[in-house]
């Protein structure tokens, strides 16, 4: 079992991975709760919700099952989730259970770290894109505007990630969850990096799995305790991210998986950093594992100026510029402010770019 | 001017009370503001949300205003607010200034504090009432179950009291924030509990308002430093809640006031305070002096069993017991454990006591 523990400003939490965690899920529970409400969504919960009940046996469980799929990440379900805590009579000693990727882990982690003003969550992480939004205590849900817009700083007690749950991942899951390492590995280690470029995606084992994941949760934990607050380098997480969440919005969350337009993303910043840098980026490396692996690349036609307008409510924005994560070089990222007329340069020719390959 | 300090788990704030502070609000500002979104309710605004505006002058503000009233603490509120947000811009440099009583500011406080994950707010009270809500972090919505489910603790970055804001108050208003006053009075400072009981409210000097305001925030600051996450102390700062809460819920919010409420739940407490500790305390007196003063005493006849399902939704409740705050002495609170028979009895002839009189 591979344990990386994180420092967060409130509380030092562990992520435990390795194989089998859920059969002992009750082992990992800091304390006595008074009651436990697992979060689980249709899809997560027709594989594991039994599972994790079994590996709490002897516990006050409860469980509530949400739709499958980013549309979740709504007002409406955060609320309705409270509802579900105060009808189960969870108090200020109960715990929230998160059985789920990404739309889980975020919406769950939430509703817990506004229950009552707060109360603690577990996080069991159920795709390899959730090694990511598991660790290092962001929370929220979407806005109608804009993704994550409502939300948190809202740590975990514990990360427990079973990784023989990620067997039932769809292949698309499995190329979300991979762009994300690989975000990892572009802006912290070179070497990391190439190793990824050599693997193929639909044919890993349970070893490389566990390893990757791993190292992938370690980048990310420095990261984060080093800057919990996002005000300096927490920034970089956001690679491919200025691109990618434009995407998504306009997209409709859903269609595409998230980690496959942080994936094009990745290639935009990639591109404008050799520009704005004068340098040479494994952006050929990178677009040709994307296509080796499936990542979808053929974007619809966007007006150029309407990615900006959605660039700019990004959270990183600052008094209407975008500022966008960029690569000196593999493992140096740094944030830079794009003026309006270069991203429009930059668009232009990217998306011009995408389609001829 | 009276400045008090507070220091929280993250940062260290100060209240400042007296008079014509908002004519000079911008001095208060601790830095520079991309942009400033007043958020203020049809009721404090009307009569200064120009003074606000003016006080300050060079900033760049935008101001949104809800209905005034205990409904606006509401989910859908709450969303609109961020959708007014993200419509003005605002980003993470952004200060969410709450111009009113103490829904204004836990509405936007609790909406400063999940915007993009947080940004900072400043408190400007605008009620007696909300000299209690707008120290000690705690920022929150309603659930329809309940009071305040739904919430974070978020320190603001600066409290600006006014106290000539305070000469619009209606009679009920002035009830309901010295009910708060006399709170903090009982279980903290027997001295500063007799002077109470010897004024007049419909006669008040601003200085007996700003030194009095001023105590209370004292004792607010003091408990909140000691237990900020109300995790022990704070909690006694619920004396009087947990009958207040439940017929506050009972009654729809709105037509009594908050203070009111609590005003008979702190009889309540000394009726069962007194039962419990076999002591006499300042029962009569308390009494005397809400008659005096023009508070409500007649309630409806509720349902004995109604008020205590009530009373189980209350923050405090652990594992469906009710946690009462009582006093073993005034300037002693303890937090007792009240089974429900016992409850149903004191209830019982509570409800009868305060009928005969």
Redesign the interface.
Known sequence: MNVTKVRS??NTYKVYIGEGLLEDLKSYLPKKY?SIMIVTDSMAGSYYLDKAKKGLAGEKVVATTIPAGEKSKS?QTF?NL??DA?NY?L???SLILALGGGVVGDLAGFVA??????IDFIQVPTTILAHDSSVGG?V?IN????K??????YPPINVVYDVSTLFTLERKEIRSGYAEIAKEALIADRIFFQSLMEIDLFDLSNDQLASQIGRGVEIKASIVEADE??SGVRKHLNFGHTLGHALESMLGYGEWTHGELVAIGMLFALRVSEDVFGTTLPYTQLHSWLRKNDYPLNLPDFEVQQIIEKMK?D??????SIQMVLLRDVGAPVTVQVDDNDMVRYLKSFMNDLKKI
């Open positions: 400003s409130t008074t007002i609320y409270h509802t105060l009579g108090d200020r000693q770290a506004t229950y009552m003003r707060g962001k929220a806005h109608e505007q804009g994550n817009m409502i939300g948190s700083f607050r996002e409510i959270k990183k924005t600052i008094g209407r």
